[in-house]
């Protein structure tokens, strides 16, 4: 269980609760770190809107921004992240093969390059940023540009915060629907 209580949307003000919606629509669950990160409305509403903009903008696909999400959060051991993002990044097309052995990214032959690269970034930052040698920069280069490079770096870096937010609170995988409100009476009869 978790160390710290997670809000029901019944317990934000409109504005989060807005913001739950948003969540649910997209998702079909409002995740238990959302709810935590709910006793800081401010630190919740810009963490949304950063993870939307790591996530969704730039030039790079999200399908390969959640391989490397996948991969950061398995070195670090977050079940929490793993639950979700693994299903994610197979909806968008990597194979449950890939993942489960995503760990043996380089001897394998169906990643490309380019996305070993990225592997091999999302690797050495979550073990030791420091350790970014001038020549995986220069491999990463030769695949990405500077703006992509920081896409990756914003994604990996991203993901080690909610890593060991997570695994500090011992936050439990979210359920389908969890954290949704249910629909009062009056507006399902309308939906009817």
């Known amino acids: 269980m978790s160390r710290i209580s997670r809000l029901d949307r019944s317990e934000v003000t409109p504005e989060m609760a807005a913001l739950y919606d948003k969540a649910f629509a997209q998702r079909g669950n409002v995740p238990n770190m959302f709810r935590v990160m709910a006793h800081r409305p ?3 509403a810009t963490m949304q809107a950063h993870f939307g903009a790591v996530l969704n903008t730039g030039t790079l696909s999200t399908r390969l921004k959640e391989l490397i999400i996948v991969r950061t959060s398995q ?3 977050t079940p929490y992240c793993l639950a979700s993002h693994t ?4 909806g968008l097309g990597w194979t449950d093969d890939q993942l489960a052995h ?5 001897r394998r032959d169906d990643f490309t390059p380019a996305e070993k690269a990225a592997l091999r970034l999302a690797e050495t930052v979550t073990r030791d940023a420091h350790a970014v040698a ?3 920069f220069a491999e990463l280069r030769s695949f990405y540009s500077e703006g992509e490079i920081v ?3 914003c994604a990996i870096g991203l993901f080690n915060y909610f890593n060991r937010f997570n695994n500090a609170l011992q936050m439990e995988p ?3 629907g969890e954290g949704g409100c249910a629909v009062p009476a009056v507006e399902s009869a309308a939906v009817q």
């Open 42 to 44: 401010e630190i919740f």
């Open 174 to 176: 979210t359920k389908p």
């Open 151 to 153: 896409e990756l770096l």
């Open 102 to 106: 995503l760990a043996d990214w380089p």
């Open 134 to 136: 001038d020549e995986q």
């Open 75 to 77: 070195v670090n051991v």
């Open 87 to 90: 299903i994610l990044a197979k």
